[in-house]
């Protein structure tokens, strides 16, 4: 046997198992940090109420979360119309402040809406609406 596939490297076989340690310990780093980022965004936002209150307006009630001061959070709400379509959005800054804040917003509508979303903030460093 040892004629055809050689003899046994101990050599080798350290070398194999100290490489795969160092990638497993970088995978791990990787995946710890992708876990920390993703679960501490800048801002983040909810919608709680809206009414719609005619053909062309409705009302929404939102709450923003800012991880800092000196976050600039731009926000996005959208009504949509019966048919599904856009028919009205509004997009607003929070600035200065750390913590939640609740905002009522009023959105003007080219036809009356069915329903609002948030659609979610976004800052310099955070380019998905959250």
Request: with cysteine.
């Amino acid at each position: 046997m040892s004629d055809r596939y050689g003899t046994d490297s101990p050599g080798r076989r350290r070398l194999v198992i100290g490489l795969s340690g160092v990638v497993g310990l970088f995978a791990l780093a990787w995946l710890a940090w992708a876990v920390w980022f993703q679960s501490n965004p800048e801002v983040t936002s909810s919608l709680n109420t809206f009414h719609v209150v005619d053909e062309h307006s409705a009302t929404a009630s939102v709450a923003v979360r800012t991880s800092d001061k000196d976050v600039r959070a731009s926000c996005l709400v959208r009504a949509v119309g019966a048919d599904h379509s856009v028919v009205g959005e509004l997009n607003f800054v929070v600035t200065g402040t750390k913590g939640t804040i609740h905002r009522d917003v009023t959105l003007r509508t080219e036809r009356e809406a069915t329903s609002v979303e948030m659609v979610g903030c976004t800052s310099k460093d955070q380019s998905r609406p959250r």
